[in-house]
């Protein structure tokens, strides 16, 4: 493959103090957060079942194992990795599981939380698998043309096979189901950033200015506009408008982080706007959608019940400050996607606001100290790749916790950890593999006589 090699020399960060390893504290983290997850199992099946579930000690063990693994690994291989963000992954993938038990038990025909737990162990395994084979981040800029090849390919399979609920984006064979662009947008997040990085020069200092914009060279936006659009287009043929959604909101931060220039972000959000308003006009799934958020409660008028939004809305009212407890609530009425989608309505009912504040914050921190990394690391790649990352799990709460809120209409996305999807769950934890070793990288101290600019190893 093509190596994307750099052209300016980036100045270094400024110097600051030196950072501990820390790794007791993500160790105590990690069983505090491995601790709430299984208390909120055992008071699922309390609630519930009135008994402690007869699987609680194997739960008990999967977790703290795969918790053990996961802070060796990166106790051996990244040992100046940031000290949250195993924690938060662990406490956030825990809470997915103890919300999708306390709704198995509800719907006994559609138990899904045995096949989640395997995925999130696989999740966990190729988050160790991660961390202690790539030692370097740089060497991920070589790959740039086949990661973008692959994330091309990847969008691109599920067309050839049926739509499910409305959109081509599952695989099914042999009995297993995967959506194959849970993987291409980490694909996609590599290739922008080595290609932004290696012509950052030519982003920042040519282009026609036409009023305050100063316009990108068509020499360096021709091949990235058309992979961007070619795989936008694949979505909207697969009408997988919330991965759409991701990937034109990457693009943009990406490009602005990039050049610096905020008109960039301006121009994103008139192309989204314009962009969602033909879409939403002429394609009719997504009309339906639309039509559903502009008046959620238009289905119980009419006398047909309500909707899933609307349910979303009343489980919402339903929990208030406190919640109504863990078992206690009535989200499974919102039906088959309220595992996936909708699983944030089952915790604003059952932990309330103040929950739902909380689990918010997890991601927050998630998402912070993924742009921290990014702002310490002295190598572009290593700066954008980490921008790029840490923006998909932001976006990805941003357009589910908007949607099954009513901010904006629903898109279809499964929440980061929280929700039930093997390839979602799998693809969050090798995010977070690649934030602890860019974090690594950007906390590990400089030899003696490094001024910056080559990265960090």
């Known amino acids: 493959m093509t190596a994307l090699t750099a052209q300016v020399t980036e100045p270094a960060p400024p110097p600051g103090a030196p950072h501990a390893k820390r790794r007791g504290v993500e160790l105590t983290l990690l069983a505090g957060a491995v601790l709430i997850s299984v208390l909120g199992y055992l008071c699922v099946g309390l609630a519930t079942v009135g008994h402690l579930p007869p699987q609680a000690s194997r739960h008990a063990a999967g977790l703290a194992v795969a918790a053990l693994l996961a802070h060796l690994a990166v106790r051996l291989r990244a040992p100046y990795a940031d000290p949250l963000l195993l924690p938060i992954a662990f406490l956030l ?53 086949l990661a973008v090849a ?117 121009v994103g959000l008139v192309l989204a706007g314009v962009g969602a308003y033909a879409v939403g006009t002429f394609e009719p799934h997504v009309h339906g959608r639309v039509e559903d958020w502009l008046n959620p409660f238009a289905s119980i008028e009419q006398g047909r019940g309500p909707g899933q939004l609307a349910q979303s809305l009343f489980a919402f009212g339903a929990g208030g400050l406190l919640g109504s407890g863990l078992g206690h609530g009535q989200s499974f009425l919102i039906g088959f996607a309220a595992k996936s989608d909708f699983i944030l309505a089952t915790a604003g009912e059952e932990l309330g606001l103040a929950g739902l504040c909380a689990i918010l914050v997890l991601y927050a921190l998630l998402v912070a100290r993924g742009f921290q990394a990014g702002l310490a690391l002295r190598d572009p790649f290593g700066r954008l790749l980490a921008t790029g990352l840490a923006s998909i799990v932001a976006l990805q709460v941003f357009v589910i916790a908007g949607g099954v809120t009513g901010l904006i209409p629903l898109t279809g996305m499964a929440m980061p950890f929280l929700a039930q999807g093997g390839s979602s769950v799998v693809t969050n934890w090798i995010i977070v593999a690649l934030l602890v070793r860019l974090s690594d990288c950007a906390r590990r101290p400089r030899p003696l006589g490094d001024s910056g600019g080559g990265g960090a190893g």
Do not use: C
């Open 93 to 145: 993938n825990g809470l997915g599981l103890v919300l999708i038990q306390r709704l198995d038990l509800t719907t006994p025909a559609h138990l899904t939380a045995g096949d989640q737990l395997l995925w999130s162990g696989l999740g966990a395994a190729l988050f160790v698998v991660a961390v202690a084979a790539l030692r370097d981040h740089r060497a991920l800029q070589r790959y740039a043309y």
């Open 150 to 266: 692959a994330a091309l390919v990847l969008m691109l399979v599920p067309v050839f096979f049926p739509a499910v609920n409305g959109a081509h984006i599952w695989v099914r064979f042999a009995g297993l189901s995967f959506q194959p662009g849970e993987f291409a947008k980490i694909l996609l997040a590599v290739f922008f950033a080595s290609y932004l990085a290696a012509n950052r020069t030519a982003l920042a200092l040519t282009g026609r200015r036409i009023w305050r914009l100063r316009m990108l060279p068509g020499r360096v936006m021709g091949p990235i506009l058309a992979i961007w659009l070619l795989s936008v287009g694949v979505l909207v043929l697969e009408r997988d408008l919330g991965t759409s959604l991701l990937f034109f909101g990457l693009f943009v931060i990406m490009l602005f982080t990039a050049t610096g220039r905020i008109g960039w972000i301006a």
